[in-house]
């Protein structure tokens, strides 16, 4: 984190300048309003452990939780390495199965994609709005693809036609268009109660929707 100084108020405040800073924020939210974190803990990490191990883990940690958030930042996916080597995608994997253990079944879990802003506090390299109306471009493809491929994957959206838009003037319209539903943090702290509930409706309904799993 960096601390700035405010004008003529003596005051220091901290902002987040790191993924892990976002994390130890986002963990303190979920706490303040009720919800139990599950996520990884500070310099925690699945490299160098066997496949079986890094299942087994995963499977420990997922199992029982009922919403996953997912923290897109800039430069989250290390382009020299598969996605079937990075952890990121299968935890991802994970949260979109059925699990059984000891004679209990773990859901589906919801799915939230909370898009961090970059060290100036732009979004421009993952959503871009692009007309007057109000028109967003979400740049999936510069994710992981199990992530891009379970957004904007409704079986039967909801769209509309927009001019501006490049994509054929089609765009995607309600709360309902996305799974992994996509959210800027600065729309998500404020109101994320509102977004953990929508993810719970729409893994209500997840036969709407064209889940894509790594196998």
């Known amino acids: 984190m960096r601390a700035i100084q405010r004008p ?67 430069n989250m ?11 990121i995608p299968w935890e991802v994997s994970y949260s979109l199965k059925e699990m059984t253990k000891g004679g209990r079944t773990s859901r589906t879990n919801g799915m939230l994609a909370v898009v961090l802003p970059d060290k100036n506090g732009g979004y421009g390299y993952f959503v871009n709005p692009i007309c007057p109306n109000g028109c967003l471009i979400w740049q999936t493809g510069s994710t992981f693809q199990i992530m891009a491929k379970n957004m904007f994957n409704r079986k039967r959206p909801n769209t509309f036609y927009c001019s501006n838009h490049p994509n054929s003037g089609v765009v995607y319209s309600g709360n ?40």
Request: charged residues 25%; hydrophobic residues 35%; aromatic residues 12%.
């Open 176 to 215: 309902d268009h996305s799974y992994m539903y996509p959210v800027k943090w600065d729309d998500f702290i404020p109101n994320m109660n509102w977004y953990i509930d929508l993810a719970a409706q729409l893994s209500q309904n997840v036969g709407d929707y064209e889940i894509v799993k790594m196998v």
């Open 77 to 87: 996916k290390d382009p020299n390495l598969s996605e079937d080597d990075q952890w």
């Open 8 to 74: 003529g108020s003596g005051l220091v405040s901290f902002v987040p300048t790191t993924a892990r800073d976002y994390v130890d924020q986002l963990a303190a939210h979920l706490d303040a309003n009720d919800h139990i974190y599950k996520g990884e803990n500070d310099n925690e990490s699945l490299a160098g452990f066997k496949n079986e191990t890094i299942e087994s883990k995963l499977r420990e940690k997922i199992f029982g939780t009922s919403i996953t958030i997912v923290l897109i930042s800039k």
